[in-house]
């Protein structure tokens, strides 16, 4: 199948382009939702498409929503979007797409974290916290927390960096009752998949969600879940405390930028992205697949 990085539907007007999806309209209460090859690391999308790893990202989400779908409503509509489009267009969304409900999304990011890893292990190095959720005295890298913490995150636009945010800013921007309700669903939807996971042999270290509203007002799953994209994947038979174990997920990618050089220096890790070498974006596009058929191969 060929790499899909920019999706060029004619027959639905285009709703917006994010770091990964392309988002049609389809009347005035469904979306197409595309998921393309593009990857984004540390908020800024890279050069060259990660091959298949749209259709893997879809199926993954898909298998997710499919297994908590008792915890919370989704916004799958079960349409087909190979229906919705023109027959020249079918290859720009088959097994990559999904025919979803529009929603009011909450602009909120619902980070929940089981481990201390990347961004949260920095900053609980210099402040014994994590996004101000204080924790016991020494932990290490890599090490499960005692219980899943939420640590959400205001959404930013395209090529700018999300920002951590307290529980309370949370209540301040979308009501008490609105907060308690999204961290208790993202938690639980935390613990669940984190046990199936296990399961099959991955440690879910971390977790990202995003809600939205439908027009009854009912909270409503939505975008993608549990993802390489969204989630840091580790193999257990390789985890141990102390260090980032190898993970199924963009921290390849990542760890590859950390030292990437650009002009003489460490790439500051801002647009444009240095170009990722074939060997990357081969062993990258293999993580992702090794991800999904661990998780859902019977």
């Known amino acids: 199948m060929p790499a899909l990085y920019v999706t060029s539907i004619k027959s639905l007007p285009l709703l917006s382009k994010g770091k990964v999806r392309d988002v049609y ?15 984004s690391a540390f908020d800024v999308v890279m050069g060259e498409p990660i091959p298949e790893k749209g259709v893997v990202l879809n199926q993954m989400a898909n298998f997710w929503f499919d297994k908590l779908a008792s915890v919370i409503p989704n916004h799958l509509t079960g349409i087909d979007p190979a229906t919705v489009v023109t027959a020249e267009e079918v290859s720009q969304v088959k097994g990559r797409a999904v025919v979803a409900k529009r929603l009011k999304p909450i602009l909120v990011e619902a980070v929940v974290r089981g481990y201390l890893a990347g961004s949260g292990w920095k900053d609980y190095q210099e402040t014994g916290k994590v996004c101000g ?8 890298n890599a090490q499960k927390l005692p219980e899943p913490i939420f640590t959400p995150a205001a959404k930013a636009e395209v090529g700018e960096h999300d920002e951590n945010i307290s529980f309370e800013k949370v209540i301040e921007l979308i009501g008490e009752k609105l907060a ?15 046990e199936y996971a296990a399961t099959r042999g991955i440690i879910i270290a971390d977790t990202k969600f995003e809600f939205g509203l439908d027009d009854a007002g009912q909270l409503v799953l939505m975008d993608e879940i549990l993802t390489a994209d969204s989630s840091r994947f580790w193999p257990a038979e390789t985890y141990h405390v102390g260090a980032n174990p190898p993970s199924y997920d963009k921290q390849f990618v990542r760890d590859w930028l950390e030292t990437a050089h650009v002009n003489g220096g460490l790439w500051p890790k801002t647009a444009p992205a240095p170009a990722l070498p074939v060997d990357v974006i081969e062993k990258t596009a293999q993580k992702y697949r090794e991800a999904l058929t661990r998780l859902t191969q019977a």
């Open 133 to 140: 959720i204080a924790l016991p005295a020494g932990l290490e």
């Open 25 to 39: 309209a389809l009347g005035e209460d469904k979306l197409l939702m595309i998921t393309t090859d593009r990857l």
């Open 180 to 194: 308690q309700q999204i961290r208790e669903v993202s938690i639980r939807l935390y613990r669940e998949a984190s």
